[in-house]
């Protein structure tokens, strides 16, 4: 199984602040990397797929970059409605796999 | 709008077995591929399954092969995960997602339904 190692596990920030996220992949996956949002008690959004390109809707202060093994997603400005948990996932291959999540909250 | 709405969660003995249903719509269902992911209590994402859109391949997480069949009626526009064996570890909610045409999982959630197992 390809293991997804996510980091930080948690940050803390300001309004404003540009935060930036990673995930490791143990094997190469290509490009196949999504990027989801999850608020307390709410499903998953999906922000990012292919490693770069954005969901139609998500505001563009959203961006993913990498390839291969090591990913990034960053936030460019951070506001208050951001403050969730972010997971990235692997779907280059079954089992399909998730990272731990980073949990972003108010500094 | 595409909506998809689970259903079927509840309480559930260990050894027992429970029914999840997921009804779609606001897209033709019968084109896409679905899946479930679940979360435990405070805790991360987990994928359970993948079914085509036909139905003719479904994959499973190890965690739950053998007990857990995913299917779907293309003529309902409904997901179901047939779920049996339960254990302590497989409370959580679950939900079911949507598969995008480009590949990419998970462009559509549903709001989730909670699994309790216990005695």
């Known amino acids: 199984d390809i293991q997804m190692t996510q980091s930080p596990s948690s940050l803390s920030a300001s309004v404003g602040d540009r935060v930036t996220i990673t995930c490791r992949a143990s094997?190469?996956?290509?490009?196949?990397l999504a990027w989801f949002q999850q608020k307390p008690g709410k499903a998953p959004k999906s922000l990012i797929y292919?490693?770069?390109s954005l969901q139609s809707g998500v505001p563009s202060k959203f961006s993913g970059s990498g390839s291969g093994t090591d990913f990034t997603l960053t936030i460019s400005s951070l506001q208050p409605e951001d403050f969730a948990t972010y997971y990235c996932?692997?779907?280059?291959?079954?089992?399909?796999?998730f990272g731990g999540g980073t949990k972003v909250e108010i500094k | 709008e595409v909506q998809l709405v689970e259903s079927g969660g509840g309480l559930v003995q260990p050894g027992g077995s429970l029914r999840l249903s997921c009804a779609a719509s606001?897209?033709?269902?019968?084109?896409?591929?679905m899946y479930w992911v679940r979360q435990a209590p405070g805790k991360g994402l987990e994928y359970v399954s993948v079914?085509?859109?036909?139905?003719?391949?479904?994959y499973y997480a190890n965690s739950v092969k053998g007990r857990f069949t995913i299917s779907r009626d293309n003529s309902k526009n409904t997901l179901y995960l047939q779920m049996g064996s339960l254990r302590a570890e497989d409370m959580a909610v679950y939900y079911c997602?949507?598969?995008?045409?480009?590949?990419?999982?998970?462009?559509?959630w549903g709001q989730g339904t909670l699994v309790t197992v216990s005695s």
């Open positions: 996932q692997q779907y280059n291959s079954y089992p399909l796999t």
């Open positions: 997602a949507r598969v995008a045409v480009t590949g990419t999982f998970g462009d559509y």
């Open positions: 079914i085509s859109s036909n139905g003719g391949r479904t």
């Open positions: 292919a490693a770069s």
């Open positions: 094997q190469g996956i290509g490009n196949f």
């Open positions: 606001g897209f033709t269902f019968s084109s896409y591929a």
